[in-house]
C-alpha cells in the first residue's frame, strides 16, 4: 500500500481497490494534503502520468461516468460532462 493510499482510506475510514490509485492531484508525490489527494482507476492514472497534468476525476451529471478533467478549465465549464455528446443532451435539459 502506498503511503498516499494509507492517508486516505485512514482519514475517510474507507477502503480503496487494489485496481485503483491514490493519486496527487496537483502531481506533487510529497504533496500528502488530504486535498490534494483523489482515487483513480488505474486506467485514468495512466491516461494522467501520460500527460503530466493536473486532472481531476469528475462524474458526468448526463451518464453518471467518471471522466477527467482539467480544473483549469471549471472556470469556463463549471459542471462539465464526459462528452460533447453529454454535453449536448444536458444543453437542452
Ligand atoms: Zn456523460
Not at 482539467?70 to 449536448?88: A, E, F, I, Q, V
Request: with cysteine.
Amino acid at each position: 500500500m502506498s503511503y498516499a493510499k494509507y492517508l486516505y482510506t485512514s482519514y475517510y475510514c474507507c477502503d480503496v481497490p487494489k485496481s485503483d490509485h491514490v493519486d496527487h492531484i496537483n502531481g506533487d508525490k510529497m504533496d500528502d494534503r488530504i486535498e490534494n489527494l483523489q482515487v483513480i482507476s488505474g486506467t485514468y492514472n495512466r491516461l494522467k502520468d501520460h500527460k503530466h497534468k493536473e486532472m481531476i476525476i469528475r462524474i458526468c451529471p448526463v451518464c453518471g461516468k467518471e471522466f477527467i478533467f482539467d480544473p483549469k478549465n471549471l472556470s469556463t465549464h463549471p459542471n462539465p460532462c464526459c462528452s460533447r455528446k453529454c454535453g449536448g443532451i444536458k444543453s437542452h435539459w
